[in-house]
């Protein structure tokens, strides 16, 4: 007990550990002789390769399994959402409201719509989108033939929406009682709205309220088709000049110049009475033009 008690001295504890890390009696380092710490480092050696091997092969097969261009699993929603310019958002209601006698009210819903689109603009188009596509069908690639391994894109110009492009009347309308609105449909990838390709989508308006404040609905392009070679949508990475066709909704208001208004994007595969999804294939708003 009295040997177990006895305390060394820091010279001895370093002779001590000087003794571990070699031993010259025994020719060993660390408690091993060389040859063992010789299979142990070549053990953990092929030990971390295969660990390494494992791991690489399983992100290779991750990696050779993944489309560049489209996820493998998105979202739920079947049917695109629907959204209004210029967007202006009341506790999720869109209240379209003017003043036809403050210029800086017009303006500002004008400046919202000279900016969104900004991407459509002629010569923009022109320059990015200079494929010739054909009308009435289906765009369907199957190829990458565009620059930069992409897909073509169908030009959508400003000019395409007629009296609303804002080129000839810069307030849109907005200074006197025939606003311009702009409705765009969400992209999904891969989407076809129609099962036949003789059949485009289009946006059909009606009001709600039952007050017959809307004399008269134009539409730009005509009838507000969305032609078919605007279909389908390859993603971001392999459609990155692709722009979403427009329809522009010019509406003459009378009466008390207030309308609750829908409008509707027709298609065979597009839904809208969905009720915990109210933008699904169709935008409710409130458009209201003051004195």
Not at 229 to 240: E, K, N
Request: glycine share 6%; proline share 7%; aromatic share 14%.
């Amino acid at each position: 007990m009295a040997a177990l008690k006895e305390k060394r001295t820091c010279g001895q504890r370093c002779e001590d550990f000087g003794h571990f890390v070699w031993n010259s009696e025994n020719g060993t380092l660390m408690g091993r002789t060389p040859e063992k710490w010789v299979y142990i480092s070549l053990y953990y050696v092929a030990f971390y390769v295969v660990m390494t091997s494992l791991f690489s092969l399983a992100i290779w097969t991750l990696m050779y399994t993944l489309d560049p261009y489209a996820p493998d699993y998105q979202d739920r929603l079947k049917s695109p959402g629907v959204m209004v310019w210029p967007d202006s958002y009341v506790d999720e209601k869109i209240e379209i409201t003017y003043n036809v006698s403050d210029k800086s009210s017009w303006m500002k819903k004008a400046t919202i719509l000279h900016n969104f689109l900004k991407p459509y603009n002629d010569t923009k188009q022109q320059e990015c989108n200079y494929h010739n596509c054909t009308k009435g069908k289906y765009f369907i690639q199957n190829d990458f033939h565009a620059p930069g391994h992409t897909k073509w894109a169908c030009p959508f110009t400003q000019s395409m929406l007629g009296p609303c492009s804002g080129l000839d009347d810069p307030t849109f309308g907005y200074n006197c009682s025939m606003p311009c609105l702009i409705i765009k449909m969400n992209r999904i990838i891969g989407f076809l709205p129609t099962n036949h390709t003789e059949s485009p989508p289009y946006v059909n308006c009606t009001t709600l309220d039952g007050h017959d404040n809307v004399a008269k609905i134009e539409y730009f392009p005509e009838k507000g088709v969305m032609d078919l070679s605007y279909f389908p949508y390859y993603g971001r990475l392999a459609h990155p000049t692709y722009v979403n066709p427009l329809v522009a909704v010019r509406l003459s208001l009378v009466g008390e110049k207030k309308a609750k208004i829908q409008c509707r994007v027709v298609a065979d595969k597009i839904t809208y009475e969905h009720f915990h999804l109210p933008y699904e294939g169709k935008v409710t708003f409130t458009l209201t033009q003051l004195k």
